[in-house]
């Protein structure tokens, strides 16, 4: 591979490599990113810190000169969502209400990138508080698709799947509350992870639905992703919510044979005909390669999205009450009571599908409708059980990602309710709790990604990654890139 | 008649040096907004994570109430807006720490116990000041630090109760040292609720807050049952409502109706898991836990046979109590030890506005000056000038008695010689008496004392004076 291929192809593992042995130099790696970000204009970034990245590559090759041990991502540039802290650069979360609001501290998760020589680029576009499934509802305008520009990127963490679509990072963080690194990924044609719940620390993400949320890689292959999570994932005193486990290693190659299941819903109405053929085809390739592949009847995919609405917007009508005008953010220019402060401020501060989501949450969690509340939670409890069941079969549970492939820009954001229906199969395992990555599956007749959500066992990453990089191993899918990055 | 029905809920500062859910200090007279940080202030994307010595010393709160601590217990947010409310929701428990409680107080039918219905765990909010008509200002200090809610049943039948209960509560926290509970500096916060009826049926309650002290929170109950009857008496209806006690007027006035209330949208708090007690937690609080003041009060009554007010008196301070038992190992006579403690001491203490731990003199002392006492050496006068002169510097009595000769005179040739130079001296008082104005012996009986400086044996210039008086 020449450095060119490397910078758009290769993988942390080889572009680390050709750094350390100064076949590349750190500066002229991030240069490239950068300048591929510059002359892009899909919209992917919100903001670009050039002379950071630039500075920090320089640190890092002075490093190198002086035999200073590189860390696990010496010199790989990446890109970070922006509703996750980093030190002194805006947050926005695509918000009016935070357009100039700027981090006091780092997100764990960025600690510990930086401590393994990760270079910052800059911060990548998003669904207003990570609510969407398009980008659309950015304030800083639409992300477009890197396949094609007529369409959107998936969401809510489109920029930084389209960002490793369009070469302009090697990987790039995201978040997923119902779906939000899955479904862009798949959009994308990039593979993306949701890890278990409580493996990722969450401080310094700015919170949506708490109980759900979860900091996750997007890249070039499982194999990436793999090295990322063994990284960010771990105890965090201050997340109380992350589980002490043991430190996540990385899988070796294997040989064994994989039980399989698959949900019945491939066979849906629903579900485009371009993505049953190309799931039940890399099925029968397993089957032919001595794997056990067998149909389950998974129920909960049309239950989710109700019970991932409920809970998701309950928790956020919450955690975006602190958006009040009076500390940071946006505040509206004259106000002639408190009140007056707290609905203007909200009120031009937040974007149309932000407020749908604060209503709805407000409403359900007043005292009267405490049982739509506390039956979501019996649904979400049945479908960890009924995944928990399968698990004491099967080693990987198959489901698509998405319906359908990327649709157009505007073409459903006036239509929340068929939004939303396109989290169906990935909010199953933010309900759940489970892990779930999306790898992408080779393109629609019209040259559209098509993604494939593999879900296993809770704190299973290992399973999970030993499958994804499987596949990877036995098809060039993930190898695709639009025609404008080859 | 109408019975009213109060139940009381405290909000309790919990000592502790940082926050309940981040690292900034707990500090009462820091500069406004110095003791902050992104987590007290609710930045977008921080998390809390819980103070374990908070929690262990709620778990002592808890075990000193008698109450029974939840293994499992589960944080939650209460939503409302506020501009002192950084994140828009205050950290409480759904699920409290402990359950079913109680306190004994007395009364004038004897022993009472006041039933707890739930001690739990939250976070305080920041503070605002209105500086004029336009401006409001907020110190954030006080944005997460740690509190002890305290609720108890509706079992408090009047002002007196109330109070009784409070103070005993308020002995209990500074007795296992949880809490300065000083009412002043808001660590120690009532809020009585209150209805009547006349039959057994439940009146409609009303809630009183801002009672910045026991005399307000006395005030305000008596005030409310007061407001509360005349009401019904006149045909009208109880409105559930929050009312302010306005100190200057010294009456209630509405702040909200029931309507107005927000609706708190409690939910369980996604980034707090369960907070899991264990054994060993209750076993290490456990040990930590003095004896208490209701079990000390039947003590002392019972093995110092002493009254009902002076034994209040001094388990209001465990360190007076201590002191005093100190006193009586040492050798000081029980009547003498509670008078000097309860009038002399307290006095001193009071006068100087000094704490008790400023205070030099040791149950050593008082035990060696009833010694004095005991062997005539010295008079109760003396003995008291005594303890106002060493208070604050502590001087031995021995030195002190034979630095300032203070040596009781009880040799009678020269109380006699003494006794006649006054009668000399004061012939028109001598012949008032004479003629029957007994008033005036006690005249002598001060001349006398003074002519010696105090030292004179009272006892013996009595008798002797009577017996001069009576050869005239």
Known sequence: MNNSELIAKGSIKEIREAVINGKLHTVELVNCFIQRIKNNRINSFISLYEDNALKRAEELDKKLKNRGKPGKLFGIPYAVKDNIAVKGYEVTCASKMLKNYKATYNATVINRLNDEDAIFLGKTNLDEFAMGSSTETSYFGTTLNPWDNSRVPGGSSGGSAAAIASGESVFALGSDTGGSIRQPAAFCGVTGLKATYGCVSRFGLVAFASSLDQVGPIGRSAEDLELIFSIISGFDKKDTTTKRIENYKVSGPTKRKFNIAYTNDIFSEEISPDIKGNILSILNLLKEEGHNISEVAFNFSKHSVPVYQILSCSEASSNLARYDGIRYGYQTKSYKSLLELYNRSRGEGFGEEVKRRILFGTYILMAKNNALYTSSFKVSRLIRENLENIFTEYDVFITPTTFNPPFKIGE??????????????????????NPGISIPLGLTGNNLPIGMQIIAKRFDENNLFQFAKYIQSITDYHKCLPEEVK | MYKATIGIEVHSQIKTRSKMFCGCKVEFLSAPNTNICSICMGEPGVLPYTNEKAILLAIRAALALNAQINKKSVFARKNY????????????????????????????????????????????????????????????????????EIVTDPVIENEKEAISYLKRLRQIIRYIDISGADMEKGQFRCEPNISVSKDNRRGIKTEVKNLNSLKAVEKAIKYEIERQITILEKGGKIIQQTMLWDEKEQVTKTMRSKEGIAEYRYFKEPDLIPLIITNEMINEQKELIPELPQSKFNRLVKEYNIGINEAEILIDNPRLSNYFEKSIEKGCGIKESLGWITTDIMGILNKSEKKFSYLKITPQHLADLYKYIENKIINMNIAKNILHEIAFTGEPVDKYIKSKNLIQITDTKSIEKIIDEILEENPTEVKRYLKGNNKLFGFFVGQAMKKMGGKANPTIVNKLLKDILNRR
Do not use: W
């Open chain 1, 412 to 433: 459903i954001i006036d239509d929340p309710i068929r939004m939303h229906h396109s989290d169906a199969f990935t909010s199953i395992c933010n309900l759940s709790g």
């Open chain 2, 81 to 148: 807006y506020y501009p002192d409310l950084t994140k828009g929701y205050q950290i409480t428990q759904s699920v409290p720490l402990a359950e079913n409680g109680y306190v004994v107080i007395n009364t004038e039918n004897g022993e009472k116990k006041i039933t707890i219905h739930r001690i739990h765990i939250e976070e305080d909010t920041g503070k605002l000041f209105h500086t004029n008509d336009k401006v409001s200002m907020i110190d954030f200090n006080r944005s997460g630090v740690p509190l002890l």
